[in-house]
């Protein structure tokens, strides 16, 4: 998780300097502050309970399952075209 918070601290860094073409950001990112760098943070989780019984009381089955995913997408104009970072992390247990 730190090698994923430093790649991405350096690529908002390295994004972070003046304006070369005016942009607006795209529906559902955020401009950040005095930069015209637009940043989209995502998520989703999903989760399930498996309840099994059988004729038997003493036999009864729980099964669970969770998992998520976390995504950031930065996005910035160049003077070469656009330029995208985007960083995903997976997640699941059980």
């Not at 795209?26 to 998520?43: H, K």
């Not at 995208?84 to 997640?91: E, H, L, M, P, T």
Request: charged fraction near 20%; aromatic fraction near 2%.
């Amino acid at each position: 998780m730190n090698r994923i918070l430093l790649i991405l601290s350096a690529a908002l860094l390295a994004m972070g300097g003046p304006a070369l073409a005016a942009s607006s950001c795209p529906p559902g990112f955020a401009q950040l502050q005095n930069s015209d760098t637009c940043v989209r943070i995502s998520g989703r989780v999903r989760a399930e309970t498996i309840v099994g019984s059988s004729r038997s009381r003493t036999s009864d089955n729980v099964t669970t399952h969770a998992s998520g995913r976390v995504q950031m997408d930065v996005r910035r104009q160049t003077e070469y075209g656009p330029l995208r970072a985007v960083i995903a992390v997976d997640g699941i247990g059980r």
